[in-house]
């Protein structure tokens, strides 16, 4: 289950009321955090997750910069929160990467599908934790159980 805060559902007018200017550079960028709730099943059932979503000027030419703020065992997400979903890339070889027709929307069902169907530990970008899996499933689901206990109540 998703909740998306308002300020995703004002999409279009997002570049134009939440903008600041960062102190590194001139270019102005849009920050927009909101918790994905994962569904309840699998073995992310009962986290909440947060990920903040930085938002660029050349947006919608260019995909959001998105990371995951809750530390998570995930075979697709780093604990340092680096997240691997084919749609945030810029140029993607097999296609499915960004194009300016995306929309933050898709952004975060792509989000959401990484704790289902997109779930992937046959290219990891946490191969500690694939590699986890294909050892010991119910030793990686008792240490995702774990950092949810700790990190994403």
Known sequence: MLTLAS?????????????SATASDSTRRV???DRLLVKDEGY???????????VPDAYNMVPPKVKCLTRIWHPNIT?????CLSLLREHSIDGTGWAPTR??????WGLNSLFTDLLNFDDPLNIEAAEHHLRDK??????VEDYIKRYAR
């Open 44 to 54: 992310y059932q009962g986290g909440k997750f947060q990920f903040e979503t930085e």
């Open 31 to 33: 920050s927009v955090r």
């Open 103 to 108: 929309t933050l929307k898709d952004v975060v």
């Open 138 to 143: 119910e030793d990686f689901r008792n240490k």
């Open 7 to 19: 300020k995703l559902k004002r999409e279009d007018g997002l570049k134009g009321s939440r903008m």
């Open 79 to 83: 604990e340092t929160g680096e997240i």
